[in-house]
């Protein structure tokens, strides 16, 4: 199987696309699919900095940012 390469000569990593997100019900979401989409969020951020030790913290704070920003516009778009 080919490998592509990014513009850095890396592995392209695929993302899962956004039907990957599950489904909200009314306004609010289960606590373990949050933390689900935390830890991915976070793994990505890691993988980003080349999974360099001692920002596992902060990769958590900013992940748990960024799924909640994008949980709230989903909300509000609906």
């Known amino acids: 199987m080919a490998t592509k390469l990014d ?9 899962k696309a956004a039907a990957a997100v599950p489904e909200l019900t009314g306004a609010t979401i289960d606590l373990g699919i949050r933390r689900q989409l935390v830890a991915v969020e976070a793994y990505l951020l890691a993988e ?3 999974f360099a030790a001692g ?12 799924v909640d920003s994008r949980l709230r516009r989903v909300q509000v778009a609906r």
Do not use: F
Request: charged content about 40%; overall charge positive; some cysteine.
């Open 48 to 50: 980003r900095r080349g």
């Open 7 to 15: 513009s850095t000569g890396k592995k392209a990593v695929k993302r």
């Open 55 to 66: 920002c596992e913290l902060e990769d958590w704070v900013a992940a748990e940012a960024v």
